[in-house]
């Protein structure tokens, strides 16, 4: 199997594929001040399994586009929606972020959890920003440094690994640069990160070890998975997980 298909065969079984939690997208969704009327029109970009997806629509009466690149985790968000009876207003759309095919000026809210690091957060803040109505906003969490003076491995790591890593004040003059008013931010609790992506993870890895046995690549995959978490707990002080809850201006 080539990574891809392991890192899919690796989460698709899990809720949620990055640090989050409901009451985060609740509060998250409560800085918006929309009205969370019929009206509203919410695309969720990067949704994987749907948690975040199920809580927009638990939260409100609007219609939600789930939109992610792989149908593996978007036959999820079908299921779970047809078992919450939200069949009508959770449509889903495989698709890739840099391609989206909404009509300009379309849509009340923009939702990304965890998700527009695959293109990059300046990129996706711009591409996406016709697509909103005037006064439409933009809630998306993104991993950020919360501390100066990194300790050199845990810098070495992340900024290998996404080469937009910076801090709260460039995110914010980011976000401001692409034409979006800060109206708020939170950070990710500790929890999120542990109870609802890191623990779980770690329980599904000795099955997907058995059903990759002999495959170098899913032992390496474990061991990368494995070194972000053990920088984690060592070093969460320094990084977290950063709701921006923008308004389009
Ligand atoms: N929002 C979900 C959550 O918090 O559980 C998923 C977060 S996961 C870290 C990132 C998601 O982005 C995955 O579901 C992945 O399939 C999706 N993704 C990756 N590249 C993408 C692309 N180019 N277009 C759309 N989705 C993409």
Redesign the pocket.
């Known amino acids: 199997m080539d990574d891809l298909e392991l890192i899919i065969d690796l989460h698709k079984g899990a809720l949620?594929?990055?640090p989050?939690s409901s009451e985060e997208t609740g509060k998250a969704l409560k800085l918006t001040n929309l009205n969370l009327s019929e009206d509203l029109k919410i695309a969720d970009?990067?949704?994987?399994?749907g948690?975040?997806t199920l809580e927009l629509a638990r939260l409100t009466r609007g219609k939600i586009i789930a939109?992610?690149?792989?149908p593996e985790?978007l036959e999820k968000v079908k299921e779970y929606a047809e078992e919450e009876g939200y069949k009508e207003r959770i449509n889903t759309l495989q698709c890739?972020?840099?391609d989206l095919p909404f009509e300009e000026e379309s849509l009340d809210l923009i939702w990304s959890?965890?998700?527009i690091y695959?293109?990059g957060f300046q990129k996706g803040l711009l591409a996406w920003r016709k697509f909103l109505k005037p006064g439409g906003y933009i809630a998306v969490s993104e991993i950020t440094w919360l501390k100066e003076d990194r300790p050199p491995e845990l810098e070495q790591f992340w900024s290998g690994t996404y080469s937009e890593m910076h801090s709260l004040e460039v995110k914010k003059d980011q976000l401001k640069n692409c034409g979006y008013e800060l109206v708020g931010n939170f950070t990710i609790s500790e929890n999120s990160w542990l109870d609802n992506y890191y623990t779980p993870m770690l329980s599904r890895i000795p099955d997907f070890l058995k059903r990759h046995q002999e495959d170098k690549n899913a032992e390496d995959l474990v061991k990368e998975e494995q070194h972000e978490i053990d920088l984690f707990k060592k070093y969460k002080d320094y990084y977290g997980y950063v709701f921006y809850i923008a308004r389009k201006i």
Request: net charge negative.
């Open positions: 949620r594929l990055g989050g970009i990067g949704c994987g399994s948690a975040q939109v992610d690149l792989f985790f890739s972020m840099d959890e965890g998700a695959n293109m």
